[in-house]
């Protein structure tokens, strides 16, 4: 079996505010995670990930760990977690690379190599000795930039559902309304309660096992609803939602990265949640400018045009946002922000900020373990003594760079 790394590399690091809290193999893109896409076209688990090393003690669930061990043992097979591999690929067992756009996206290690020469995301897999004219092509796109994980979703989406939806056990679906030829793919054990509408004319649909959808939801495909999620009513168009979501109101081209909850009305749109998320009731995204123009958004780097049109927030880990929290068009929140009482947020909030605006006061640690120890025992997952080290060290880390 392939010993499979995930490398975040120094463009990877940089993709706030998810950078501080997981590394970018943990990201989901399109129906799955990136380290999960990888795990289906290799048909093996990851071994774990390379990356920066205030995540040294990341953990969750299932997720892949930092690499420990001194070397890649011969055979290894190390993957760029920028790159989005096709769910339909499959790997040439005789190939030593692997290329999208004349870069190389994979490596497979012909001998032991030390892994310190990654460590600090620098080098470039095709430095390490592979030849992107002589590699073997491979499906996927590139992550040049976050919001990338919103620009390309539609088109994820209709790519990713009908591979994995034809993969799964299926169940009859007898109470809902489907309209549209795009296939709608429901997993054994999934829930559709009466007089909802599965609109399939944009695009396919796949609810997994476990999900819940209440009667009088509307899902627009593309779409993707995770195992155990909850979609309470509404409308939900075009929008990966992770595992064991809570979702009501409108919301649209949104990622949820999983364990998060938006239970209120209020409209969230071309937006990407992290995990453990809660969105007090009545809060609401702007994803368009009033001049219609390109929406700019803070990077560690300072403001960039991200050259879209339609693009909401960026929430990161563990954030809590109070009733009525008004998002401005291309906001970034930091992890671990608790945010209430505030009209319309400014474009950026830094991570573990506390308030209700500038000046931010800061977050208590102590506090804030607490508060995210309550939400995960909600959803009986303890919060593990490396967990708490992980994001103690994102605080520490955080705090550097705001001084």
Avoid at 207 to 227: L, M, N, Q
């Amino acid at each position: 079996m392939t010993r499979l790394y995930l490398y975040d590399d120094e463009r990877a690091r940089t993709f706030e505010p998810f950078a501080l809290t997981r590394p970018v193999c943990e990201l989901r893109a399109g129906t799955d995670l990136i380290r999960e896409r990888w795990e289906h076209v290799t048909r093996s688990r990851a071994y774990g990930f390379i990356g920066a090393t205030h995540l040294r003690d990341f953990e969750e669930l299932d997720a892949a760990q930092a690499v420990t061990d001194s070397t890649v043992p011969p055979g290894s097979l190390i993957a760029n977690s920028r790159f989005i591999v096709s769910l339909g690929s499959r790997l040439d067992d005789a190939a030593t690379a692997f290329e999208c756009d004349g870069i190389v996206c994979a490596l497979r290690v012909r001998k032991s190599m030390d892994i310190t020469s990654l460590l600090d995301g620098k080098i470039a897999l095709e430095s390490l000795g592979a030849d992107s004219a002589s590699a073997a092509p491979i499906a996927g796109r590139w992550l040049g930039e976050v919001w990338d994980l919103m620009r390309d979703l539609q088109t994820q989406l209709n790519e990713d559902i009908p591979l994995l939806g034809s993969e799964l056990s299926g169940a009859a679906i007898e109470n809902a309304t489907i309209i549209g030829r795009n296939p709608v793919y429901c997993e054994t054990g999934a829930q559709i309660e009466p007089f909802v509408v599965l609109d399939a004319t944009d695009g396919p649909i796949l609810i997994r096992r476990g999900a819940t959808i209440a009667s009088f939801s509307r899902i627009f495909g593309p779409c993707y609803i995770g195992a155990g999620s909850q979609v309470l009513g509404d409308s939900v168009r075009g929008c990966s939602i992770g595992d064991v979501c809570r979702v009501r109101g409108e919301i649209s081209s949104t990622v949820m990265l999983g364990h998060s909850n938006k239970s209120h009305a209020g409209f969230v749109g071309n937006s990407y949640l992290g995990r453990w998320v809660n969105l007090g009731a009545g809060t609401t995204t702007s994803n368009l400018k009033n001049t219609y123009g390109n929406v700019a958004m803070w990077t560690p780097t300072g403001m960039r045009d991200t050259a879209m049109q339609f693009l909401g927030s960026l929430i990161g880990d563990h954030v809590k946002l109070g009733i009525g929290s008004m998002l401005t068009t291309g906001c970034v929140i930091g992890a671990g922000a608790n945010v209430f009482g505030a009209q319309v947020t400014p474009k950026h909030i830094p991570p573990f900020a506390w308030g209700s605006g500038e000046p931010w006061e800061r977050n208590d640690l102590d506090k804030f373990h607490e508060v995210a120890r309550r939400m995960m025992e909600r959803r009986h997952i303890p919060l593990g003594d490396k967990a708490r080290a992980q994001l103690a060290e994102a605080f520490r880390k955080s705090g550097e760079e705001d001084a």
